[in-house]
């Protein structure tokens, strides 16, 4: 069982999609970084009607899939808290994690891994054991590198640096995991027994953007 976690790890950090997805999230979180600083500063700059109106939810503003949302009142100082909450609970996190678990959990099929390895492993059900494990150390590093990249996102566009609060943090962060990485088991699950990579990422981000 180890010998199998530990290949699969290290298929798991050879495979050129995993930076991809890295470098595409560090990006991506860079944009929406610069893109909450112009909201928090249009706020800043309207008054107290003006952003209640905004705030109040209307038919015309109803959002379906990916919306990414501040949640810190003008006049606050915007924390790297902040945007990884609202980065979470706009899906973002939850995108790139799904796609490289059905990139993942596909690869192998035609790379024949499982031809190579599966007749040399009694229980086959070990061969997914592994694979989620490998996979929950992806979301664990995506995760961590996703919350201090965003530190450095916020020193490089707000050009100051406010964690927010260290206990809600933790208990956020520990919440977010768990919820994650039952998506990212799901999504495994849909793509071994689709043994698709398109209809398998269809479903996925379908999946993520019904999420509530």
Same mark, same amino acid.
């Given at each position: 069982m180890l010998n199998m976690i530990k290949m699969d790890l290290y298929r798991m950090f050879r495979t050129k999609s995993l930076y991809v997805i890295w470098i595409v999230l560090a990006v991506a979180l860079l944009i929406t970084t610069s893109l909450c600083k112009t909201d928090y500063d249009s706020l800043n700059e309207e008054d107290a009607v003006q952003q209640e109106q905004i705030a109040e939810p209307t038919a015309e503003n109803m959002n379906v899939g990916m919306m990414v949302m501040l949640s810190t009142e003008p006049g606050e100082k915007v924390t790297v808290f902040d945007i990884f909450f609202a980065n979470s609970q706009g899906k973002f996190y939850a995108l790139f994690l799904v796609i490289f678990a059905v990139l993942f959990s596909t690869a192998d099929i035609s790379s024949g891994y499982i031809k190579n390895i599966? %007749?040399?492993?009694?229980?086959?059900g070990?061969?997914?054991?592994?694979?989620?494990?490998?996979?929950?150390?992806?979301?664990?590093?995506?995760m961590t590198g996703a919350f201090l990249f965003q530190a450095a996102?916020?020193?490089?566009?707000? %050009?100051?640096?406010?964690?927010g609060n260290t206990k809600a943090i933790l208990s956020y962060f520990v919440a977010e995991l768990a919820l994650h990485y039952a998506l990212v088991l799901i999504c495994m699950a849909i793509a071994i027994i689709l043994k698709n990579n398109v209809i398998s990422m269809v479903i996925a981000v379908c999946l993520t953007s019904a999420a509530v």
């Amino acid at each position: 069982m180890l010998n199998m976690i530990k290949m699969d790890l290290y298929r798991m950090f050879r495979t050129k999609s995993l930076y991809v997805i890295w470098i595409v999230l560090a990006v991506a979180l860079l944009i929406t970084t610069s893109l909450c600083k112009t909201d928090y500063d249009s706020l800043n700059e309207e008054d107290a009607v003006q952003q209640e109106q905004i705030a109040e939810p209307t038919a015309e503003n109803m959002n379906v899939g990916m919306m990414v949302m501040l949640s810190t009142e003008p006049g606050e100082k915007v924390t790297v808290f902040d945007i990884f909450f609202a980065n979470s609970q706009g899906k973002f996190y939850a995108l790139f994690l799904v796609i490289f678990a059905v990139l993942f959990s596909t690869a192998d099929i035609s790379s024949g891994y499982i031809k190579n390895i599966g %007749g040399q492993v009694g229980n086959r059900g070990s061969l997914i054991f592994s694979r989620s494990i490998a996979l929950s150390v992806f979301m664990v590093l995506t995760m961590t590198g996703a919350f201090l990249f965003q530190a450095a996102a916020n020193c490089i566009v707000f %050009g100051e640096l406010e964690w927010g609060n260290t206990k809600a943090i933790l208990s956020y962060f520990v919440a977010e995991l768990a919820l994650h990485y039952a998506l990212v088991l799901i999504c495994m699950a849909i793509a071994i027994i689709l043994k698709n990579n398109v209809i398998s990422m269809v479903i996925a981000v379908c999946l993520t953007s019904a999420a509530v």
